[in-house]
């Protein structure tokens, strides 16, 4: 940061320092408060769901988990495909971000934002720009991770 | 009870994004990505399977549990097949969230058509 700065010439610096000082404060407690309570109850419908799969059909605490997550994607293809989630998500933040709802979203949105570019080089290609880097890290650290248990547990544990 | 804890225990992840979003600044690409390495870590330390026990839908349904059920799949596959197995199970449970997005992606591009 401070090596960017450096660089700047002087009236990039003034700039910098009218642009900090006018910047819209983000009211920080209201924003949790809405994530908290949204992102709570979608849990808490995902909660339903699970124990729905539990008492219906052969699933345990563990494995429920899989299809409440499936079930929630469906249902937010619709909400987003009428254009609700959006709404939701500016209101609530993380809310409907952090859940699997939002990584659900950013797919379907893309996808249906693509469309007009056709479905091998619209949708295909850009579906996952959004939820790519989840994937992609997602499944780097878990290979790391998963690595290094095995390595302890196998050759270094016994 | 397991309905109040999945309700606090999914909003307290919740806000732990929005900080991530306001305090530091992220992207919401950077703040899923740090949720789910941190989830795929907690896993690896063991902690995240109790609160899948104490939270339920709370734990599985945010980001984190995406991280989570990676490594999960992956040492699962490794206590059976060995080191091979590190690779070949990292999507063994995942395969749900990442499947469903896909083809409910496609679909939804079918039905719907953009708006604005």
């Known amino acids: 940061m401070t090596n960017k700065k450096k660089k700047l010439n002087p009236k990039a610096q003034h700039y910098q320092a009218i642009q900090k000082k006018n910047e819209t404060k983000r009211p920080i407690f209201t924003n949790c408060l809405k994530a908290f309570f949204v992102g709570g109850f979608v849990c808490f419908i995902g909660q339903l769901i699970s124990t729905f799969y539990i008492y219906f059909f052969d699933f345990t605490e563990q494995t429920a988990g899989n299809p409440t997550v499936a079930t929630l994607i469906i249902i937010t ?6 254009g609700v989630y959006d709404h939701i998500g500016q209101f609530a933040g993380a809310g409907t ?3 699997v709802t939002g990584f659900a979203n950013a797919v379907i949105s893309s996808a249906i934002e693509h469309r007009t570019e056709g479905y091998i080089l619209g949708v295909g290609t850009n579906m996952l720009k959004l939820a790519g880097p989840v994937i992609v890290y ?4 878990a290979f790391i991770i998963a690595l290094i248990k095995t390595i302890f547990s196998q050759f270094l544990g016994s | 009870m397991i309905f109040f804890w999945a309700f606090v225990i999914g909003g307290i992840i919740c806000v732990i994004g929005q900080l991530m979003f306001d305090i530091f600044k992220l992207s919401p690409a950077h703040t899923l990505t740090t949720l789910v390495v941190s989830g795929a870590i907690l896993d690896g330390l063991g902690l995240y399977e109790p ?3 104490f939270a339920g839908a709370g734990a599985t349904v945010p980001i984190t549990s995406f991280g989570n059920s990676l490594v999960h799949g992956a040492i699962q596959e490794a206590e059976a097949h060995g080191l091979i197995g590190v690779i070949t199970g990292i999507f063994e449970v995942t395969s ?9 992606g496609v679909i939804a591009s079918f039905i719907f058509k953009p708006k604005g």
């Open chain 1, 77 to 82: 293809m619709f909400l987003t495909g009428f």
């Open chain 1, 97 to 99: 971000a952090v859940p």
């Open chain 1, 138 to 141: 997602g499944v780097f650290s």
């Open chain 2, 51 to 53: 609160l899948i026990n």
């Open chain 2, 96 to 104: 749900a969230g990442i499947s469903a997005a896909i083809i409910f």
